[in-house]
Each structure stands twice: as structure tokens, then as C-alpha cells.
């Protein structure tokens, strides 16, 4: 039986530590993953949480108690584990990140052997294998081993510098002077030394490692001030943050504004297309700016579910020459289907080299369109919104109930929907202004009580 405290999806699993996620239960989930996984080799990696380490010990107790061969990758991003599973030809990893959540939370997310997050089907197939106790150990002499690597995230670096469309020797000419604010997470070594081959000149904000995190751990503009007032203060060309795990990325432009993280795909998007033409997927809470874009450069958008397995199923199924999230993910198909904020800068930086434009100009190229996130919290992670009850309480317009509900209308749109990976409800309006998007919110998070 799950506990109320923890959060079980296709996401993978979170709790708080010493309430839902106790050391019982992750060794658990692990021995359910060793067992999904084969008893193969399964390559880990984690963020900089202090509960990190004692998460850590109990995910290879499990996983060595099932035969498999351990691959200790260290702190890193997140996106730079699965890159490792691709590399090393592994049978499955797990990155330990409890990502935007705040500190005192942490969480398994599990990938399958093709290098990506587990799907619908084989989460299911997980989580049923942990409810029922089928685990699979072996005897004392087929026990796993453990090895230590750190040339995780080097691989992962030389691979970004691989990708074709990236003139490192201009970049490294040109010399951006790049402001990074970690908020001493899992990326606080990988960004500068991404940069550092880039030939960028480093402004280091919240790089400390340590797991304290200074500021909330969403990159959303409300808490990126500091980050911010660094770009001012260093006249530094651009500034980028991520969240605990190094998968998202947000922008502040060279006036020291933070843009927040729904351009980032945009922009991305737009590098591309200006390229080679290609199908497009993003999901449902991801801003119209993608829509603009895609329709500019006379190609096909595909919405899907909130969550990168469905983005990522969708980018399969249709060839998609990029795709990601609203929320900074950007997914480069050609290097590791999932999002990250590394490739993310690379591509962002090779955007501003070649038009020879600032942020701020880029940004007016696209439509001026303000996007608003709020949350209700739930009494519990088994609580569901009351979507009827939201949708009378809203303007008619076009409806879609694929994943929570999504309300379209010509001026605007609203996604409510239950969040996977924190006991809420996520509430994204975006308009024309902001206080038309705010009036939007408002007004479903009242309906809500």
C-alpha cells in the first residue's frame, strides 16, 4: 500500500525524506528495478540534496542484492545519466533527483535500457513488481559489483561538441560572457565546464554544489533576482538557470530580465527550423510562441500529454526534429531523448552567434504573449480537481480533456491539471497580458476552494 506521502507515477517516485521515501522503501523500488532491469548493468547518478548519499547506499543495496553491476556516475545532471546509460550500453538507470522539488524531498526516476524514462506500460510493470514483493534476488555469489566513473558528464560535453550544427572554433572566437545560476544543484560543475569549451568568460551564481539551495528550485523569473541583477552588474551577454537536477533551462536576457523558461524551447525551435524543416511536439502546458513558430516556418506542431515520456513517444513516433516542454525542456533527438539544459545552452549561444542579435531582440521576434503558472495545493496526492465544475465556471471555447482539461480560446488559453510529481493542482493561463492571464488563474483557483 502507498504511503500518502509519496508520489508514484510514470514520473518515477518522490516523497519526503523520512516520511513517504524511507530507506525500506528505496531499496525496494530498487529491487523492483534490479529485477525489471535483469539483474544488468545499470548506470546512477544524483543531485547535490544532503540526502543524496543515504539515497544513493540504499539504491545499490537494492540493486546489488539483484546481481546488478553498479555504475556510480556521481553527482550530475540528470539528462547526463541517461546520456551515460546510451554511452556505456547499459541495461537501465537511475537518476536520484527529486528536481524542482524543495530540498527536503527526493525521488527515484528510473530509465529503461534505450536510454530514456521508463513509459505508461513499463512504469506499470515497475511499480506492480514493488507492490507485490516479486523481486528477484540472487545468492551471495552472484551478487553485483560497484564501479566509480567520472568521465560522466566529460562524455556528455564532448557529445553536445559533436552536435553539427554548433561552430564551436566562433563560439569560442566570439567569447560570450554567460551569467549560470545552479541554485547549487546537480549542474553546478557540468554549466561552467560546457562553457569553458565554449570559450565563454563564467559569471557564477549558486555554484557551490553543496545542496543549499538559495532560491527556490523552479527557474520561474520570480526566482531568478539574483541571477538577474549578476547580468546587469557584469554586462554579461545572457543569463541562464536551471532547477536541482540540470533538465531545465530558463533564460535572462543581457538587460538583466528574467524571460523564464517558455522561451527557451521557442528560441531553440527557431535555430532549428531556420536549418532544416521538421515535425515539432511540446506538450499541452507549453506557450502558443511554439505554435507561432512552427506555423512561421510552415511545419507540423504536435501537443501532447504533460511529461517527457509523452513527448518523447510522440517525437518517436513522428521523426521530430526537436521537441520539449514549456518548462524549459528542450529535447534534442540526435543526442539523448530527453530534455537538457546543456545542449539547451550550446544551441541558445550558437542561435545568438549566427544572428548576431541580442536575447531581447530574439525575444520581440515572437509574439508578446504572457504565460502565468499558479498551484492549489491538494489534502492529498489521491484528491482530484473537480474539472466540471472548472469548466462551467470558464468562458465557452475549444475543450481538451486529454490531460486534465485544456480551454482554448482566440485570445488565450487555460491547462488544469493534477500534477505528477507533487500533491497539486498546476494552473497555466497564458493571454495577451498579464493580468488577463492572472484573471484567468484566479478565477480557476477559486473554483477549486
Known amino acids: 500500500m502507498m504511503k500518502k506521502t509519496l508520489m508514484v507515477s510514470i514520473s518515477g517516485v518522490r516523497g519526503i525524506i523520512g516520511k513517504g521515501l524511507t530507506p525500506d522503501v528505496i531499496s525496494r523500488f530498487a529491487l523492483a528495478f534490479g529485477t525489471f532491469s535483469n539483474g544488468g548493468k545499470v548506470v546512477i547518478g544524483r543531485d547535490t540534496r544532503k540526502s543524496g548519499e543515504m539515497v544513493k547506499h540504499a539504491v545499490v543495496s537494492g540493486l546489488l542484492a539483484t546481481g546488478c553491476d553498479v555504475i556510480d556516475i556521481g553527482v550530475c545532471p540528470t539528462p547526463t545519466v541517461l546520456y551515460n546509460v546510451k554511452s556505456l550500453k547499459a541495461d537501465g538507470g537511475i537518476a536520484i533527483t527529486a528536481s524542482h522539488n524543495p530540498v527536503e524531498w527526493n525521488a527515484l526516476k528510473f530509465i529503461g535500457k534505450n536510454a530514456m524514462f521508463l513509459n505508461r506500460k513499463e512504469a506499470e510493470k515497475l511499480i506492480t513488481t514493488y507492490e507485490n514483493n516479486r523481486f528477484k534476488p540472487v545468492v551471495w555469489n552472484r551478487l553485483g559489483t560497484v564501479s566509480h566513473n567520472n568521465e560522466g558528464i566529460k562524455r556528455h560535453i564532448d557529445a553536445i561538441l559533436s552536435l553539427p550544427y554548433l561552430n564551436i572554433k566562433r563560439l ?86 528574467p524571460l523564464g523558461e517558455e522561451y527557451s524551447l521557442p528560441l531553440a525551435v527557431r535555430f532549428f527550423l531556420s536549418k532544416s524543416k521538421g515535425n515539432v511536439v511540446a506538450n499541452l502546458s507549453t506557450s502558443r510562441m511554439i505554435d507561432y513558430v512552427t506555423k512561421e516556418k510552415g511545419v507540423r506542431l504536435f501537443r501532447t500529454n504533460v ?143
Open 172 to 257: 569560442k572566437s566570439r567569447r560570450f560572457k554567460v551569467a549560470i545560476d545552479c541554485v547549487n544543484g546537480a549542474a553546478f560543475h557540468a554549466f561552467p565546464e560546457l562553457l569553458k569549451k565554449l570559450g565563454c568568460d563564467v559569471v557564477k551564481v549558486f555554484c557551490d554544489g553543496n545542496g543549499d539551495f538559495k532560491r527556490s528550485p523552479e527557474p520561474l523569473p520570480e526566482n531568478l533576482s539574483v541571477l538577474g541583477k549578476t547580468v546587469k552588474k557584469t554586462k554579461a551577454d545572457i543569463g541562464f538557470a536551471t532547477d536541482a537536477d540540470g533538465d531545465r533551462l530558463s533564460i535572462v536576457s543581457e538587460k538583466g530580465i
Open 307 to 449: 511529461g517527457e515520456a509523452h513527448v518523447v513517444k510522440k517525437m518517436k513516433d513522428v521523426k521530430a526534429l526537436i521537441g520539449g516542454e514549456g518548462n524549459g525542456g528542450i529535447i534534442l533527438p540526435e543526442l539523448i531523448f530527453t530534455r537538457d539544459a546543456l545542449s539547451g545552452i550550446a544551441v541558445i549561444l550558437e542561435y545568438l552567434r549566427e544572428s548576431k542579435k541580442t536575447v531581447t531582440q530574439l525575444k520581440e521576434e515572437l509574439p508578446n504573449l504572457t504565460i502565468v503558472k499558479k498551484r492549489k495545493p491538494l489534502k492529498s496526492s489521491k484528491q482530484e480537481p473537480n474539472y466540471k465544475k472548472i469548466i462551467s465556471g470558464l468562458p465557452k471555447g475549444r475543450i481538451n480533456r486529454t490531460d486534465g482539461v485544456r480551454i482554448d480560446w482566440k485570445d488565450g488559453w487555460v491547462h488544469i491539471r493534477k500534477s505528477g510529481t507533487e500533491p497539486i493542482v498546476r494552473v497555466i493561463a497564458e493571454a495577451r497580458t498579464k493580468k488577463k492571464a492572472e484573471g484567468l488563474c484566479n478565477k480557476v483557483i477559486r473554483t477549486l476552494g
